[in-house]
């Protein structure tokens, strides 16, 4: 008989979206690169993405990552991340909630509190801690290069005729929608009409456009999500909604979306390099984004973003997978 899993974790949350961060209970998993290591725990690990994301231990816009080796010479540590449909290549709320609950925590040695070294599938990113005693205020992370791929693209979505999009990459692929031109407002009584929107544009949008990533490397080349564009709670910059893998909704700003903001105002001019943005998310919450540098990214004119944002400890668990249980794979009902 299979013996029962026992998978332990801490759980945290990044301006209220929520991550699961591993802690226990699985084996090393191999891979000489970290979009390696994806590529394994795709093939290998469903059962525990599947029995931490769903219900009956998760929900349907559960958010979680696993901790692996780093795959760098100086690299500090590595990190999956895990949604209800699989694995992303990059998060900026994860990266925060990783940063606070990693050093609070003690789950991996850091040789520069100023520069935590961490390895994703997107590329090196870099985070640094704001610190009282033992808390972690906050975190600042440096994300990979961020671009625009697509500007002022017209798709036609069924029932929404073209839509206008600018699709920007910011450690994943998004396509930016202004809600208005849609007819949304990007409030919480507005969530199933934002969902259905969203996955809707999606799918539209990874029909009409070919993504490519200066790496090559094809397992960057995906539409993420949608992120729905609105006014903001002044004196604010402006709101993001995130709907991304199966209909999830992100209740942050979305770390790597406000990364591709910062890429698109600035090629528009409207965001010099150094100046910061506050973007809040449909709770209301912040994160801070600036440009930080300019770079290139292949052909592409890219920036550097720098991420702000603040997470909590929520939790710590140690979830029981019984063999004999049928529902022990997982399920959503929404």
């Given at each position: 008989?299979t013996?029962q899993l026992r998978i332990?974790t801490?759980?945290?949350h990044?301006?209220?979206e929520p991550?699961?961060i591993?802690?226990?209970?699985?084996?090393p998993?191999?891979?000489e690169?970290?979009?390696?290591?994806?590529?394994?725990?795709?093939?290998?690990?469903?059962?525990?993405?599947?029995?931490l994301?769903?219900?009956?231990?998760?929900?349907a816009?559960?958010?979680?990552c696993?901790l692996t080796e780093?795959?760098t010479?100086?690299?500090?540590?590595g990190?999956?991340?895990?949604h209800?449909?699989?694995?992303s290549?990059?998060?900026?709320?994860?990266?925060?909630?990783l940063?606070?609950?990693?050093?609070?925590?003690?789950?991996?040695?850091?040789r520069d509190?100023?520069?935590?070294?961490i390895d994703?599938?997107a590329g090196?990113?870099t985070?640094?801690?704001d610190r009282?005693g033992?808390r972690?205020?906050?975190?600042?992370?440096e994300?990979?290069p961020?671009?625009?791929?697509?500007p002022a693209l017209?798709v036609?979505v069924p029932?929404?005729?073209?839509?206008?999009?600018?699709v920007?990459?910011?450690?994943?692929?998004y396509?930016y929608?202004?809600a208005a031109?849609v007819?949304?407002?990007?409030?919480a009584r507005?969530l199933p009409r934002?969902?259905?929107?969203?996955?809707?544009?999606k799918?539209?949008v990874?029909e009409?456009?070919?993504l490519s990533?200066p790496?090559?490397?094809?397992d960057?080349?995906f539409l993420y999500?949608v992120i729905?564009?609105?006014p903001?709670t002044a004196?604010?910059?402006?709101r993001?909604?995130?709907v991304?893998?199966?209909?999830?909704?992100d209740?942050c700003?979305?770390?790597t979306?406000?990364?591709?903001r910062?890429?698109?105002h600035?090629?528009?001019?409207?965001?010099a390099v150094g100046d910061?943005i506050?973007i809040?998310?449909v709770?209301g919450t912040?994160?801070d984004?600036r440009?930080?540098?300019?770079?290139?990214a292949g052909?592409h004119?890219?920036?550097r973003?720098?991420v702000?944002?603040?997470a909590?400890?929520?939790?710590?668990?140690e979830f029981l997978?019984?063999p004999?249980d049928?529902l022990r794979?997982?399920?959503?009902?929404?």
């Amino acid at each position: 008989m299979t013996a029962q899993l026992r998978i332990r974790t801490i759980d945290a949350h990044t301006a209220g979206e929520p991550l699961r961060i591993v802690t226990g209970g699985i084996e090393p998993i191999p891979g000489e690169t970290i979009l390696a290591k994806r590529r394994f725990a795709r093939e290998h690990l469903e059962h525990v993405r599947r029995a931490l994301m769903l219900e009956p231990r998760g929900h349907a816009d559960m958010y979680g990552c696993i901790l692996t080796e780093p795959t760098t010479e100086d690299g500090d540590v590595g990190v999956l991340f895990l949604h209800n449909e699989g694995y992303s290549t990059m998060c900026g709320h994860g990266i925060i909630a990783l940063a606070t609950v990693g050093l609070e925590q003690r789950l991996f040695a850091v040789r520069d509190e100023s520069a935590i070294r961490i390895d994703t599938p997107a590329g090196r990113v870099t985070a640094r801690a704001d610190r009282d005693g033992e808390r972690v205020r906050s975190v600042t992370f440096e994300n990979v290069p961020s671009f625009v791929f697509a500007p002022a693209l017209d798709v036609p979505v069924p029932d929404l005729g073209a839509v206008r999009c600018d699709v920007a990459f910011g450690g994943a692929f998004y396509a930016y929608v202004d809600a208005a031109s849609v007819g949304l407002d990007l409030e919480a009584r507005e969530l199933p009409r934002i969902i259905d929107h969203g996955k809707r544009i999606k799918h539209a949008v990874a029909e009409a456009c070919a993504l490519s990533h200066p790496s090559g490397d094809a397992d960057l080349e995906f539409l993420y999500g949608v992120i729905f564009v609105g006014p903001a709670t002044a004196p604010r910059h402006s709101r993001n909604v995130c709907v991304f893998a199966d209909g999830e909704v992100d209740r942050c700003p979305t770390g790597t979306g406000v990364s591709g903001r910062a890429a698109i105002h600035h090629a528009r001019g409207e965001l010099a390099v150094g100046d910061w943005i506050t973007i809040e998310s449909v709770l209301g919450t912040p994160f801070d984004v600036r440009a930080a540098a300019t770079c290139r990214a292949g052909t592409h004119a890219a920036i550097r973003p720098e991420v702000r944002g603040a997470a909590h400890t929520t939790g710590f668990h140690e979830f029981l997978v019984d063999p004999e249980d049928p529902l022990r794979d997982g399920f959503l009902l929404r």
